[in-house]
């Protein structure tokens, strides 16, 4: 529901090397030689991350960094038992994806 995108350069030629400094987000739930996949669950949400290395042409290399934080089925209970008032529960989703975007423009690879 709230998703984000954000390419960021590297000097790291493997993906092994990059997922080193994205060891905040614990839970590895699939790798493979081209992607990693993060899955954390919350009271509220469910944290997803796409990390993926990329060669531009001129051989420079990028992170790219999909990201989504979902509202669960409690969130969605609470939002349509308790409306309008019960909908001020996706501000929590909403908020953690803004820091997580403030996280990953201050980081350096």
């Given amino acids: 529901m709230f998703t984000g995108f954000i ?6 030629t493997s993906l092994v090397e990059v997922s080193k400094k994205f060891k905040f987000l614990k839970n590895l739930d699939k790798a493979s ?3 990693m996949y993060f899955k954390n669950k919350y009271t509220f949400y469910v944290h997803l991350t796409d990390i993926s290395l990329f060669k531009k042409n001129d051989g420079k290399m990028k992170v790219n960094i ?3 934080f979902n509202p669960n089925l409690l969130s969605w209970l609470l939002g349509i038992c308790f409306f309008p008032f019960g909908f001020l529960i996706f501000l929590l989703p909403n908020k953690a994806k803004d820091e997580f975007e403030d996280l ?3 980081m350096e690879l």
């Fill in 7 to 12: 390419s960021i350069k590297t000097k790291e």
């Fill in 33 to 35: 030689e081209s992607h």
């Fill in 66 to 68: 999909k990201y989504s």
């Fill in 104 to 106: 990953l423009i201050s």
